[in-house]
């Protein structure tokens, strides 16, 4: 306890601590509000940090620690990028419509299918784009048996956020853990997949037992669905062939960026202008003006206001009291992690919390082992259950309601505009027993493979 | 020419309570001038008289168009019947809920390249001529001003009629 006592003596609380802790709790408060724009409340508290003098603009624009995470910007317009030119060869429509025909019609067959294909394109597409891109086929294919699209909507939406915890670029969490900790793809594979795995089929397993006997269809209707021919869907077999071999080559590229030492914005950064080169496109601006300006401006805005917290001390201050409620246990704190992460994240955005954690984990291994830094702190044997349990605890906390993850945002204004809404109650009765049930795979996971096979 | 000069005025409209198949029966036999013709687009007046929105062909064909078609090029998968489903499901809507509530006006004395460069900016084909009172007094139709337009360009006089 006496090292814990010297350790907060150090954050000194004077006016600059106070006035960067306003305005954090301001902008994370008024975020939660959503009664104005997030992205919008980023760039104010960001700026505001600057002009208040609580960090500079070099800090801001330049510092790895105290500013924005440009591994992280670049890598998430670079898949914006890739997609947008991906989009119109009609790959995703394929996808979906042979899916449906794969599983010849039956309705539960299409529900698995669909889960499990939405599950693995979000591993490596942002889950947001992922549901985009399945939601409609679904809604059609839906309509096309006469069934009700809702459970099927929310089973894609929570499988999204399953399969996008899977890999280093599956989900916004997961890629700022791994730009902080300076993890690589394999080892998002290596530790994360394995477990996502499980997850997924106890998931399959459950919305079988859930919605497997009340979906029914009309035998005749069934002919709809297996008349369509889902070739009609490729609308530009040239791009598509360019497209794939450009992904290939990013994928590998992602695979094995650890070991040739190249940060993972620098191979999605050279997939997207690779494949704007081949694409041949002689107006690069749309493609580049679809990238999702709000979203990569409400990163650039969060690490900005991060980097004033962790300047004036808030962060480690609140790492010390973490480390007091676990009482330095290192499974307790796990499990807290893990826990707490996921109920945060499945009730406010988990970027800004993960935004949030980043450095306050690194702020509690620096009070753990005050006398190791660099790498050898941030891949302390002891810290890795740490970093997993984050990134389990952050991607699949979505899950719990319709407000955690941006795709059950998605999907239930999706069901909304069909006149067919999703109520928070609804949402939360089959996300939150789904979200709770993952969560405990993970635990036992982390407890088995770290605590006691410590493999 | 002003506005007023190629309005015609508005004898038929909708109220935004009705349902849409009140709607298409009108647009189906409402007066253009003095031929009963039938419209591709009727305005909505509130009991006031005053102008709530305009209900068109188009938007009705929107309609019917799924949202989520509109997400992807889902066309080449829909199947026969599916348009007249919807079509059915649609009968008892109300005109509120599918007209278009912003609805571009044209005054009745302004000059006749103001409408056009209204109906080119908000690409419509009939625009709701409005008195200085803010009531709807007519509509201005663009083959009207198309063929405002032919008078001028072969000098035929003003109303000079084929």
Same mark, same amino acid.
């Given at each position: 306890?006496?090292?814990?006592?010297?350790?907060? %003596?150090?954050?000194?609380?004077?006016?600059?601590?106070?006035?960067?802790? $306003?305005?954090?709790?301001?902008?994370?408060? !008024?975020?939660?509000?959503?009664?104005?724009?997030?992205?919008?409340?980023?760039?104010?508290?960001?700026?505001?940090?600057?002009?208040?003098?609580?960090v500079t603009q070099e800090d801001a624009f330049n510092s790895m620690e105290l500013g924005i995470d440009w591994n992280v910007i670049f890598l998430l317009v670079s898949m914006m990028i890739i997609i947008n030119i991906m989009r119109p =060869?009609?790959?995703?429509?394929?996808?979906?419509?042979?899916?449906?025909?794969?599983?010849?019609?039956? /309705?539960?067959?299409?529900?698995?299918?669909?889960?499990?294909?939405? *599950?693995?394109?979000? *591993?490596?597409?942002?889950?947001? %784009? %992922?549901?985009?891109?399945?939601? /409609?086929? =679904?809604?059609?294919?839906?309509?096309?048996?006469?069934?009700?699209?809702?459970?099927?909507?929310? %089973?894609?939406?929570?499988?999204?956020?399953?399969?996008?915890?899977? =890999?280093?670029?599956?989900?916004?969490?997961?890629?700022?853990?791994?730009?902080?900790?300076?993890?690589?793809?394999?080892?998002?594979?290596?530790?994360? =997949?394995?477990?996502?795995?499980?997850?997924?089929?106890?998931?399959?397993?459950?919305?079988?037992?859930?919605?497997?006997?009340?979906l029914k269809v009309k035998e005749e209707l069934r002919q709809r669905v297996m008349a369509m021919n889902e070739n009609e869907a490729i609308k530009d077999p040239v791009l598509?062939?360019?497209?794939?071999?450009? !992904?290939?080559?990013?994928?590998?590229?992602?695979?094995?960026?650890?070991?040739?030492?190249?940060? /993972?914005? $620098?191979?999605?950064?050279f997939g997207a202008g690779l494949l704007l080169l081949v694409s041949g496109t002689k107006e690069p601006h749309h493609i580049l003006a679809e990238a999702e300006w709000a979203t990569l401006f409400f990163f650039m805005g969060l690490f900005m206001i991060i980097g004033g917290v962790v300047k004036v001390g808030l962060i480690k201050w609140m790492s010390i009291k973490v480390l007091e409620i676990t009482q330095g246990s290192l499974f307790g704190t796990t499990s807290v992690i893990l826990w707490f992460s996921a109920f945060a994240s499945a009730f406010i955005d988990n970027i800004p919390y993960v935004a949030t954690?980043?450095?306050?984990?690194?702020?509690?291994?620096?009070?753990?082992? /005050?006398?190791i830094s660099g790498l050898n702190l941030l891949h302390h044997p002891d810290l890795m259950p740490i970093w997993w349990s984050l990134a389990l605890g952050a991607c699949l906390g979505g899950n719990g309601t319709m407000i955690g993850a941006s795709a059950n945002v998605v999907v239930c204004g999706m069901a909304e505009k069909m006149g067919k809404p999703i109520s928070f109650k609804k949402f939360m009765y089959y996300g939150m027993p789904l979200m709770i049930e993952s969560v405990i795979i993970c635990h036992v996971y982390i407890w088995l493979r770290y605590y006691v096979l410590k493999i | 020419m002003?506005?007023?000069?190629?309005?015609?005025?508005?004898?038929?409209?909708?109220?935004?309570?009705?349902?849409?198949?009140d709607a298409v029966t009108l647009l189906k036999v409402a007066k253009r001038g003095e031929e009963k013709v039938g419209v591709n687009g009727l305005p909505v007046l509130d009991e006031a008289?005053?102008?709530?929105? @305009?209900?068109? @062909?188009?938007?009705?064909?929107?309609?019917?168009?799924?949202?989520?078609? &509109?997400? @992807?090029?889902?066309?080449?998968?829909?199947? #026969?019947?599916?348009?007249?489903?919807?079509?059915k499901k649609l009968a008892d809507k109300k005109v509120y809920a599918?007209?278009?509530?912003d609805v571009t006006t044209t005054?009745? &004395?302004?000059?006749? @390249?103001?409408?056009? #460069?209204?109906?080119?900016?908000?690409?419509?084909?009939?625009?709701?001529?409005?008195?200085?009172? +803010?009531?709807?007094? +007519?509509?201005?139709?663009?083959?009207?001003?198309?063929?405002?337009?032919?008078?001028?360009?072969?000098?035929?006089?003003?109303?000079?009629?084929?």
């Open positions: 306890m006496t090292e814990e006592v010297k350790a907060a %003596t150090e954050v000194v609380m004077g006016t600059q601590f106070w006035v960067a802790t $306003t305005i954090f709790i301001l902008v994370y408060g !008024l975020i939660i509000t959503e009664k104005i724009h997030k992205t919008i409340l980023a760039i104010v508290g960001a700026t505001t940090m600057i002009v208040l003098r609580i =060869t009609g790959v995703f429509e394929y996808i979906a419509i042979k899916s449906a025909k794969v599983a010849k019609g039956r /309705p539960f067959a299409i529900m698995a299918i669909f889960s499990v294909v939405t *599950a693995v394109v979000s *591993a490596f597409l942002d889950n947001v %784009t %992922t549901v985009l891109l399945i939601a /409609p086929v =679904t809604i059609l294919i839906c309509q096309a048996l006469e069934l009700d699209v809702v459970p099927f909507l929310i %089973t894609e939406a929570i499988a999204s956020n399953i399969g996008g915890t899977a =890999t280093l670029i599956g989900d916004p969490p997961n890629i700022m853990i791994a730009s902080k900790a300076q993890l690589d793809f394999m080892a998002f594979v290596y530790h994360l =997949t394995p477990v996502i795995i499980v997850v997924l089929l106890a998931y399959v397993i459950t919305i079988k037992l859930i919605f497997g006997k009340q598509l062939k360019k497209s794939l071999i450009v !992904l290939a080559i990013t994928v590998a590229g992602f695979i094995m960026h650890g070991t040739l030492h190249y940060e /993972p914005a $620098t191979i999605a950064l954690m980043n450095p306050l984990v690194i702020d509690m291994a620096k009070q753990l082992w /005050p006398n | 002003k506005a007023k000069d190629l309005m015609i005025t508005v004898q038929n409209f909708l109220k935004p309570d009705d349902t849409l198949r008289g005053k102008l709530v929105g @305009m209900l068109s @062909m188009r938007d009705i064909l929107k309609a019917v168009h799924p949202t989520y078609m &509109d997400l @992807m090029d889902l066309g080449e998968f829909t199947w #026969d019947g599916m348009l007249e489903e919807a079509a599918l007209m278009t509530k005054k009745e &004395d302004s000059p006749l @390249m103001d409408a056009v #460069d209204h109906m080119i900016k908000s690409n419509v084909k009939r625009l709701p001529v409005i008195d200085n009172t +803010g009531r709807v007094v +007519g509509m201005l139709y663009e083959r009207d001003v198309f063929f405002a337009i032919v008078r001028a360009m072969l000098n035929e006089n003003a109303g000079g009629e084929k």
